[in-house]
């Protein structure tokens, strides 16, 4: 992922104006962003209010966690680690809302393991309007960015890690009920064919930049929040396999994205200057290549403008393709990747 105002981090389409986002069963093209999302969307962290001071600068560290508290979404902040707890929407009116106007927890924690390593500095902070960017570094070379955007929907947050070893970084990411991963349908029942403004075909393509092959999806939904739709996104990050959860689902692409895959955990291998962070809406849902790999100096993506393909998601998630079991210790403590 680029810089959250770009593409990768932006809403796609925008429904009515009185719909709220549901549950597609046909494909739609992915349109452009709509800034309505973030209408009067702000942080307040460590003192500091975005629409008010437009702040940037260097403030001092707290003892403990502290929240950043916005509109649209809130989390807590672990400054010795930049550990993410309690993720949530808080349900605030908004054209784009999820939630059905209650507060909804999505991530029960972002928690990256730096190997007995702590940030110590000052922590560098950026508000402006709905975006926030906090940073602190420590020593070995440790640094740690995050980056979120205060909307109903969209590319709305991402940590970024580095460390002066310049190998990668463990960070599990854990659901808080009734939030669950699951294999979209909606994807698996399109496995294989080509999809994309710019295809001639859908079973021969041919593959480009706005002609994608459609690969299986694992989404994030909620019991409580049948119009909730997110998706974990990763840049230059790997995702490391639990033998024991998920289903062994095969098929004719030999592609197994859901196998290994708990239904409240997800655990990655982080390269030095890679990112995770998650999207929402229609880019949670979006048929698109993957990121491209990219540690320094990543410039913005291209914006689809319609270009792309949305196949949505169920309105009622199938017990059958959640995935279980939620948890497992497996994965935990596999070797960390090469750099």
Wanted: hydrophobic share 35%; proline share 7%; aromatic share 6%.
């Amino acid at each position: 992922m680029s810089s959250l105002r770009t593409k990768s981090l932006a809403a796609l389409a925008a429904f009515a104006a009185a719909v709220p986002l549901v549950a597609i069963t046909a494909p739609t093209a992915a349109r452009a962003a709509s800034s309505k999302f973030c209408d009067g969307g702000s942080y307040a962290v460590l003192g500091k209010v975005g629409q008010k001071d437009r702040f940037r600068g260097t403030v001092t560290a707290p003892a403990g966690r502290f929240t950043v508290q916005g509109k649209f979404t809130r989390f807590t902040v672990d400054p010795a680690t930049f550990a993410i707890y309690d993720y949530a929407f808080t349900g605030a009116a908004n054209q784009g809302d999820m939630t059905g106007g209650r507060a909804t927890p999505v991530y029960a924690s972002k928690v990256p393991d730096h190997r007995g390593l702590s940030l110590t500095g000052g922590i560098s902070l950026e508000l402006r309007d709905e975006d926030m960017t906090i940073s602190r570094t420590g020593p070995g070379g440790l640094s740690m960015k995050i980056q979120a955007k205060d909307c109903a929907q969209g590319g709305i947050f991402q940590m970024e890690v580095g460390r002066g070893d310049g190998t990668r970084t463990r960070i599990v990411h854990t659901l808080t009920d009734p939030s669950f991963y699951y294999d979209n349908p909606n994807f698996r029942a399109r496995l294989g064919q080509f999809l994309g403004s710019e295809c001639t075909s859908p079973q021969t393509g041919p593959a480009g930049q706005y002609c994608v092959r459609v690969t299986p999806r694992v989404n994030i939904g909620s019991d409580t929040a049948p119009g909730l739709i997110l998706r974990d996104s990763a840049q230059v990050a790997t995702r490391v396999p639990q033998a024991s959860c998920g289903p062994d689902l095969t098929n004719a692409l030999g592609l197994t994205e859901t196998k290994d895959h708990c239904g409240a955990t997800s655990v990655w291998d982080v390269a030095s200057g890679g990112r995770l962070g998650m999207v929402t809406g229609e880019d949670a849902t979006e048929v698109a290549n993957p990121p491209t790999t990219c540690t320094t100096d990543c410039q913005a993506e291209n914006q689809v403008k319609g270009k792309l393909v949305s196949l949505g998601f169920p309105a009622a998630v199938p017990a059958d393709v959640k995935l279980n079991p939620r948890t497992s210790p497996d994965g935990l403590t596999a070797p960390i990747t090469a750099p």
